[in-house]
């Protein structure tokens, strides 16, 4: 075997292992702050509910960030990562950039945590915490958050841009994206249920309300109101008109009514029968889709965490210790 064959072959055995060991990283499933912080849990979920009486809508934006967290090289925090003049983190990407917010919610969790146990709770935990904090509180399911994640120090423009699914792919491209990252079809369909809290940017749905055909006309009528043509890219919509601070089935019926606000969403029906008869099955039967979206969540959850002493407990979650 010549040494460039026997190279390649050496560097193809490291991937491999890397990938096992990836994948063998371990959340744990009873709560590791119980004795180290006991009062973790309950400052955190008292953060979110305030932050979310204060502004119904940032519980969407909380369960979001965990969502553009574990996408991008796993749930590690690195979305929480600010700029700086000699590094380019995930803020400014194309799905993120002038889009997330809640941060200033994670910033306030953080600093009550360091007053009481510093450096003991990760930012990448308090994100899993917040989003499944901020569903309950909007009626949605509860679960148990696994825990022990550690927050990474280095994030990546580039895998923000290309591992977040962009609103206008279509069924199969939602499905692949999905696939790449361990989902089934009808897991896709579960986490876009997402979609039945939160708002949307004119410059996202644009296209849809003025180009698509299936799409019930005065609901693109009632859109374009707030979304000229040209102009106010930022004003916001719900993405579930019917009930927007609430987490229920309605963005399915939505999407079997042609009342889906992203082409993204409404090619969940319609566009596949691999996904219609999902949409279908969670707008009869509630207590599926909750069941579902907690079962996926804990999933997402999952996705390549830094365990063990990899990484580090920040202490400001925009940087590095
Ligand atoms: C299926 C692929 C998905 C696509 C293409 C997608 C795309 C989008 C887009 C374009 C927005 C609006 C962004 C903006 O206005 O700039 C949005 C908002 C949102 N997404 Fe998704 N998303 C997807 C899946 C998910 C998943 C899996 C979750 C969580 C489990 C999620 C949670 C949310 C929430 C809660 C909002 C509202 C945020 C807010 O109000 O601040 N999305 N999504
Ligand atoms: C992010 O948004 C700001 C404000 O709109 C803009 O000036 C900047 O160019 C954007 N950054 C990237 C990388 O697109
Ligand atoms: C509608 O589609 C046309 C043709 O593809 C395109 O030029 C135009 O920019 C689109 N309009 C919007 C609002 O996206
Ligand atoms: C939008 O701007 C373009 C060029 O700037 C102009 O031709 C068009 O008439 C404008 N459309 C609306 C609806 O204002």
């Keep these: 075997?010549?040494?460039?064959?026997?190279?390649?072959?050496?560097?193809?055995?490291?991937?491999?292992?890397?990938?096992?060991?990836?994948?063998?990283?371990?959340?744990?499933?009873?709560?590791?702050?119980?004795?180290?912080?006991?009062?973790?849990?309950?400052?955190?979920?008292?953060?979110?509910?305030?932050?979310i009486l204060k502004d119904r809508g940032i519980g969407a934006s909380l369960l979001r960030l965990h969502f553009h967290d574990c996408f991008v090289n796993g749930c590690d925090a690195s979305v929480l990562l600010d700029d700086t003049e000699s590094f380019t983190g995930e803020k400014t990407a194309g799905p993120n950039n002038n889009s997330l917010r809640g941060f200033e919610v994670i910033d306030s969790i953080k600093s009550q945590l360091e007053a009481i146990c510093p450096q003991l709770v990760s930012c990448a935990d308090i994100l899993a915490l917040a989003a499944r904090d901020s569903v309950v509180a909007l009626s949605g399911p509860s679960w148990a958050v696994q825990l022990g994640?550690?927050?990474?120090?280095?994030?990546?423009?580039?895998?923000a841009n290309s591992e977040i699914p962009s609103p206008s792919l279509d069924v199969a491209d939602l499905i692949?994206?999905?696939?790449?990252?361990?989902?089934?079809?009808?897991?896709?369909?579960?986490?876009?249920?997402?979609?039945?809290?939160?708002?949307?940017?004119?410059?996202?749905?644009r296209g849809r309300i003025y180009n698509e055909s299936n799409i019930y006309a005065s609901f693109a009528t009632s859109l374009k109101s707030n979304c000229p043509l040209n102009g106010s890219d930022d004003t916001l919509s719900p993405l579930d008109s019917a009930s927007p601070v609430s987490f229920d089935t309605a963005y399915f019926k939505n999407l079997q009514a042609n009342r889906g606000l992203l082409h993204s969403d409404q090619e969940l029906f319609g566009g596949s029968a691999s996904t219609d008869a999902h949409v279908t099955a969670y707008t009869n039967n509630p207590p599926a889709f909750f069941a579902d979206f907690a079962t996926a969540m804990i999933k997402m959850g999952g996705l390549s965490p830094l365990t063990g002493t990899d990484g580090q407990i920040r202490t400001n979650c925009r940087k590095i210790n």
């Design 1 to 51: 075997m010549g040494m460039k064959r026997c190279s390649v072959m050496i560097v193809m055995m490291l991937f491999l292992q890397q990938q096992i060991l990836i994948s063998r990283a371990q959340l744990s499933s009873h709560n590791p702050y119980a004795t180290s912080c006991p009062k973790a849990l309950t400052t955190i979920k008292a953060a979110v509910y305030t932050a």
């Design 149 to 159: 994640r550690r927050d990474s120090t280095t994030a990546s423009y580039d895998a």
């Design 176 to 205: 692949s994206a999905f696939s790449n990252k361990g989902f089934t079809p009808k897991e896709l369909v579960t986490l876009s249920g997402a979609h039945t809290i939160g708002q949307a940017r004119c410059s996202v749905f």
